[in-house]
């Protein structure tokens, strides 16, 4: 086995080792949490591999008369935010980790915050470009139908209606043209270029509200939970950091004392009605456990966890013991209940995440000699979530470190399409050939 990294500087440097037909895994901000990429060689023991990263190449970003965002290369949802701004407009989409660049959020189908009120990122990308496996660039649009036909394609399409209104699915949806990348993690061809929709950068309020611990008493989340879901054209986000998160926080950033939070992104032109008619008359929380936040802090702490925890983890030495689940709202309650259960086998833990969408990683911080109890933990979830109809992976893709709790997720048909369409459009395996559609899961 041997493994050699190579940096693009530009398109045509790619396209010509594309032509090579060699086998390779492309990154670009190292920001996924489901690529380990410390052990990289380990994981590619069998395989000769390019490492080939596309940080490096050449960016821009323009503005279409419709007011879509057009992005080459490798531009940063940062960097796409900032650019925005001075033209009045946002992004729909907002990841946690603003530094990954979009067009590997197009590859893992990345949602975040915003996806409550805005729906999921591949309802906004209206057209986008990519490189197949003999380096040729090719357009899709969101217009156009599902360009490919084979033989299990409607077998698994129909497998999929079960989880059509999720995020994401186990598998990734197979409809519309760009489908064909969205969700594929780089396994089809690499994304160059995307269009997307942008918003009105409109006023929003920051709030958040104290609970008491979702280890102790649900009903006050469970009645938040179930509000909230007919305000998704008032709010742009319902998110949650319990507890322990805070333990994560320095001093003066810490929320309460020993309790969850709950932030909410209010529109400003909705802010005296959510507060009449929703803050002022929730049963099992009084309004004087409502506060404003600056959106500054709001964006600090909401992203100073989770990195906070990836640094705990490499401190121990450990890979990311997290879920990523997100179930129909019916079985909030059940997941809920499912954590509380797993909170009990007595390593650290922590919850936070995508309250809204009933999407919420629960995450443990073990010792090494602790992973494999948690690896334990997280089979028993995944049981659950299969009979549940929900996705065990709905934000931040499969990648290498999910591969062995996705197998009970695919039946023979899935497994089938994707022998089929990797023969059509990676006729070589040269892309990202240990991932989940070409491992035997």
Not at 68 to 94: I, P
Not at 162 to 182: G, V
Not at 189 to 205: A, K, L, M, Q
Request: hydrophobic share 35%; proline share 4%; glycine share 6%.
């Amino acid at each position: 086995m041997a493994i050699s990294t190579k940096v693009f500087y530009s398109l045509d440097e790619l396209k010509s080792h594309l032509k090579t037909h060699k086998k390779s895994f492309y990154h670009s901000s190292q920001t996924s949490t489901v690529i380990p990429y410390d052990r990289l060689e380990t994981i590619f023991k069998d395989e000769e591999i390019i490492v080939g990263d596309l940080s490096k190449l050449p960016s821009s970003m323009s503005l279409t008369p419709e007011k879509r965002l057009l992005v080459k290369g490798a531009v940063s949802w940062q960097e796409a935010k900032s650019y925005l701004k001075g033209f009045g407009r946002n992004l729909m989409t907002s990841p946690t980790e603003q530094l990954a660049l979009i067009s590997a959020g197009v590859a893992t189908s990345c949602t975040g915050e915003r996806c409550y009120s805005f729906g999921t990122m591949r309802s906004q990308v209206k057209r986008l470009k990519y490189l197949d496996f003999n380096g040729e660039e090719k357009e899709l649009k969101s217009t156009d139908i599902l360009p490919i036909e084979t033989p299990s394609l409607k077998d698994y399409q129909n497998d999929f209606k079960k989880y059509q209104t999720l995020k994401n699915a186990p598998f990734p949806r197979m409809e519309k043209a760009i489908d064909l990348m969205i969700g594929t993690e780089g396994q089809l061809g690499i994304v160059t270029e995307v269009e997307i929709e942008t918003t009105e950068d409109f006023d929003i309020n920051f709030v958040f509200i104290l609970l008491p611990r979702w280890e102790e008493n649900i009903a006050p989340h469970l009645e938040i939970h179930q509000k909230v879901q007919n305000l998704r054209e008032k709010l742009v986000s319902v998110e949650l950091l319990d507890s322990n998160c805070m333990n994560y926080l320095k001093d003066d950033e810490k929320l309460g004392v020993n309790q969850d939070v709950i932030f909410l992104e209010i529109r400003s032109e909705h802010f005296e009605d959510v507060y009449e008619n929703f803050l002022s008359n929730l049963e099992h929380t009084t309004i004087d456990q409502v506060f404003e936040i600056t959106e500054s802090k709001f964006h600090h702490i909401r992203a100073a966890v989770p990195r906070a925890i990836f640094e705990v983890n490499s401190q121990m030495g450990v890979v990311k013991k997290g879920t990523d689940v997100q179930v129909h709202p019916d079985k909030f309650k059940e997941l809920l209940n499912f954590y509380r259960s797993a909170k009990d086998i007595g390593i650290r833990y922590c919850l936070f995440g995508h309250f809204g969408d009933a999407h919420l990683h629960f995450n443990y911080m073990p010792e090494k000699t602790q992973a494999a109890k948690c690896d334990e933990e997280f089979i028993k979830l995944y049981d659950e979530v299969l009979k549940w109809e929900g996705s065990p992976f709905a934000e931040h893709g499969i990648g290498m470190l999910k591969q062995p709790y996705i197998k009970k997720f695919y039946s023979q048909t899935e497994k089938n399409f994707f022998g089929e369409i990797k023969g059509m459009l990676d006729p070589h395996n040269q892309f990202f050939p240990t991932g989940f559609m070409s491992a035997k899961l």
